[in-house]
């Protein structure tokens, strides 16, 4: 026994493989206990506030955490690969100042200016993958170097203060629907699919969550490593990116201070989600529960009429217990299987 | 050796009818031991037999669900510092030093202020030294833990133990990680510690080792104790009997349908470890490489797949030049390798069997980008059949499975895969005994198929039987190329020694 978590070999066990799991309740608490959590949250949120259960605020509540879940899905990748990515803190800000920037002052046209934008933005994830798998420097290092790069030339680019006005582009994006649903909810909705069928049925997933698992043995099977931890980056950017587009639109300002600090809670909201800060577990629905929480934290704060400064506090205890129910649940699940052994 | 008899003394360690379930399985099911002062007692057993379990309930980690564990006749306080205080020490496979503290502070751990808060250096040292004077000359009391060889840092850890007025050293697979002066000096200091009255427990899966050191022997079996009886009562044939339930299997005998030259190895170099390496493999053929621990059979084995690159040299495959530069590239060329670090570089232990064994093959179940689940699934299930891979199921998570199913799922990856090349590094290691005849089996069937096979194995009982030349490996340099029928293992041995005094075990 070489191994100390080596299940010994004993007739309870079958030379059989089965391919189907029996059905097994805790399965699903073990896969997403957070959904469990989100429901208490949600009906104690109910009998507190009236308003709670609108549609319109629960449409309220998807649309703010709509850009939060974009770049908590690109952070995804990055925290499965064991990686940890700062710099999203940084790139909305750089996309905000210059897609506004570049046709306020350079006068290129709406479009030109968003694409150079990401462009941009997707860049420092280049930067990201290349320092941490070339040069060997630590993710979070790298990251926290390439943040406030970003944020420094957004900063001095725009001179420190928001640019005006923002096109009609911006206005007409904001209010965009699509059957009566925000452009930006659609888009989560759409990222996330993409995302879970990259994760699960592709060659590239696959290889990610082996290479978060295990590097060295990812490379001892063929796997090129650095080319996957370096896409991760870029995916995580990307998503930054696109993020920093859609706070443009909702701020109506081009300001270096979009969505400053906001990295820390991109992070909370994957590992909320279940995905392991260690590499090699995580998945999309996860990452979605995790921004949603976090999201109706800030909702209870301002239907309740609580001082605004408190949603921090508040936020800290719900990730604490969020913590705690997946140790317990975890318990649950092994007393679940212990009783059916027996 | 030391002469006990059960009747005349009380055993120090006394465990009747032990007990311990977890979830889905029982780890032991009434488990025996009888453990007397002044004597080596081994505990034997496959992986799974409940060996681990029998000594984590003995040091406190485990508490048993029935039976009795008593310590010179006081019930064991079921905790590790209870069992610590009532004289009970283990010695891990795994380094157990704090890697950052000193030699001193290590040996009195976690006592560096007995009388008060202030640790007072030179008392510690002084302390340290009285313990580790008696197993090992000259050591820095000093210097950080981090620095000492895998043998002395053992010592180490013994000197823990002392420290602590242990009674009882568990020995946990104590030589996986020594050279083969180091496991000389550790059998000697054993020796002298059983004869100082110290009830030692050594649990190892090297037989020989086993019979050389041990007064009793105990065998474990599916969590039960079979069989307990004087070492010189047993063969190591009777102890595999006894583990095993029944009789394994002979190894398998030689391939002699030869095919073209597979792979072709031309004057490979690289730093100091791999000089001028040359030789040739055919299809069907068992090439094993031995010598002793780090004389760069497993520098030649990655060089050759490519996760470290050459100095100089080329490697031929199938007649073409390779270029090796990742083991991606070493793949791309048909070259499949078993590592011999199985847990560091083999398995994702948190990926299911299924993703492990698809893992080096994701770019044939894929197709337009997407992988096919269903190929995944079957590709599983028909390894699991042909294999005999056991575990729950195809989506259990590896690293719950034993050491040979481990080894079984990622030779299943380059069967799958097809490799002209398959290199082997120690497969059989930290394998029960079961697992190894079936795993050769397995590799025989491989190179049937018409791979050429380069067999890295440390253990010459096993490959001398199973392979068609021998390169004898020393300082790097490919010394001699043997044929099968000019081989014994002395011949090896003196190879490999270089004449010196050394012995393989």
């Known amino acids: ?149 970003a944020i420094g030339l957004a900063f001095a680019y725009s001179g420190g203060t928001s640019i005006v006005p923002v096109p009609e582009f911006y206005k007409a994006l904001r209010r965009a629907e699509v059957f009566g649903i925000p452009i930006n909810i659609i888009l989560l909705v759409v990222l996330a699919i993409v995302a879970h069928l990259v994760l699960t049925r592709t060659a590239f997933g696959r290889s990610l969550y082996a290479v978060g698992g295990n590097p060295q043995a990812a490379e001892m099977a063929g796997i090129r490593v650095k080319r996957i931890i370096f896409f991760t980056y870029v995916i995580s950017a990307a998503a930054a990116a696109l993020a920093g587009v859609l706070f443009t639109a909702r701020l109506g300002a081009g300001s270096p201070q979009t969505a400053s600090g906001i990295e820390l809670t991109v992070i909370a909201a994957v590992v909320i989600g279940g995905t392991s800060l260690f590499g090699g577990r995580g998945n999309v629905l996860g990452t979605l529960l995790g921004a949603v929480l976090i999201t109706m934290v800030t909702n209870a704060i301002n239907l309740l009429g609580v001082p605004t400064a408190w949603d921090r506090v508040l936020l800290g205890v719900v990730i604490l217990i969020a913590a705690l129910i997946d140790v317990f649940r975890l318990r649950l699940h092994e007393r679940w299987t212990s009783r059916k052994a027996t | 050796m030391g002469q006990v008899t059960e009747t005349t003394t009380r055993p120090v360690v006394h465990m009747e009818g032990v007990v311990k379930r977890f979830p889905g399985v029982v780890a032991l099911a009434e488990a025996d031991l009888h453990l007397y002062a002044g004597e080596v007692h081994a505990l034997v057993g496959e992986n799974g037999a409940g060996k681990s379990s029998l000594i984590k309930v003995l040091s406190g980690y485990y508490t048993p669900d029935a039976g009795l564990v008593e310590i010179d006749g006081e019930a064991l306080h079921h905790s590790v510092v209870g069992a610590r205080r009532q004289g009970v020490a283990t010695i891990h496979q795994e380094r157990q030093l704090i890697p950052d503290l000193t030699v001193a502070e290590n040996v009195v751990l976690p006592e560096w202020a007995p009388s008060g808060v202030w640790v007072r250096r030179r008392e510690l040292q002084k302390r340290a030294a009285k313990t580790l004077d008696e197993l090992i000359e000259d050591v820095d009391l000093r210097q950080p833990a981090r620095m000492l060889s895998p043998g002395v840092g053992q010592l180490v850890e013994i000197a823990r133990g002392l420290a602590q007025n242990a009674r009882v050293l568990i020995f946990d697979e104590p030589t996986t990680a020594l050279s083969l002066s180091e496991r000389e000096r550790l059998f000697e200091t054993i020796a002298r510690l059983r004869d100082a009255g110290l009830a030692i427990l050594y649990v190892s899966h090297n037989l020989e080792e086993v019979q050389r050191l ?56 690289r730093g100091r470890r791999v000089r001028d390496v040359s030789f040739e493999v055919r299809a069907g053929e068992i090439f094993a490489l031995v010598g002793l621990e780090g004389s760069g059979r497993t520098e030649v084995a990655r060089c050759i797949f490519g996760v470290d690159r050459l100095d100089s040299g080329e490697v031929w495959v199938d007649g073409k030049k390779v270029e090796l530069k990742s083991a991606a590239s070493g793949i791309a060329a048909g070259i499949g390798l078993v590592p011999e670090e199985r847990k560091r570089d083999g398995i994702f232990p948190i990926l299911t069997v299924r993703e492990n064994i698809s893992i080096s093959l994701l770019d044939r179940i894929v197709r337009f980008g997407v992988l ?134």
């Open chain 2, 372 to 505: 096919s689940l269903r190929k995944d699934r079957t590709m599983a299930r028909e390894s699991f059949e042909a294999l005999d891979i056991r575990a729950g199921s195809t989506d259990s998570e590896i690293g719950t499975l034993s050491g040979g199913n481990q080894q079984k799922a990622i030779l299943a990856r380059w069967i799958n895969r097809g490799c002209s090349v398959l290199i082997l590094d120690e497969p059989t290691k930290g394998v029960d005994v079961g697992a190894k005849a079936e795993i050769y089996a397995l590799i025989k069937q491989i190179a049937e198929r018409g791979s050429a096979i380069i067999l890295i194995s440390s253990d010459l009982d096993e490959c001398l039987p199973v392979a068609n030349r021998f390169g004898v490996m020393r300082s790097g340099e490919l010394v001699t190329v043997l044929d099968r029928g000019d081989v014994t293992k002395e011949t090896i041995i003196a190879i490999a020694t270089g004449d010196h005094e050394r012995s393989v075990t």
């Open chain 1, 1 to 149: 026994m070489n191994q100390m978590t080596g299940a010994p070999p004993t007739e309870t066990e079958t030379s059989t493989p089965k391919t189907r799991r029996r059905f097994d309740p805790t399965r699903l608490l073990q896969d997403q206990g957070l959904i469990i959590v989100v429901l208490i949250f949600g009906i104690i949120m109910a009998s507190l506030s009236p308003t709670f259960l609108t549609p319109t605020n629960l449409m309220n509540l998807l649309l703010q955490a709509s850009i939060l879940g974009i770049m908590a899905l690109g952070m995804t990748f990055v925290i499965i690969g064991a990686g940890i990515d700062l710099s999203v803190g940084g790139i909305p800000a750089i996309v905000s100042v210059l897609t506004i920037g570049l046709v306020v002052r350079q006068e290129l046209p709406v479009w030109a200016a968003i694409v150079i934008a990401l462009l941009v933005g997707v860049a420092v994830g280049c930067v990201n993958g290349v320092a941490i798998t070339r040069m060997g420097i630590a993710p979070l290092i790298a990251t926290l170097g390439t943040l406030s790069i």
């Open chain 2, 214 to 269: 041990a007064d009793r022997i105990t065998v474990m079996r599916n969590g039960r104790t079979v069989e307990t009886g004087l070492a010189d009562d047993f063969t190591v044939q009777r102890m595999v009997r006894s583990m095993v339930g029944r009789d394994v299997r002979a190894l398998p005998s030689v391939n002699e349908n030869l095919g073209e030259t597979v792979i072709s190895v031309r004057g490979i170099s």
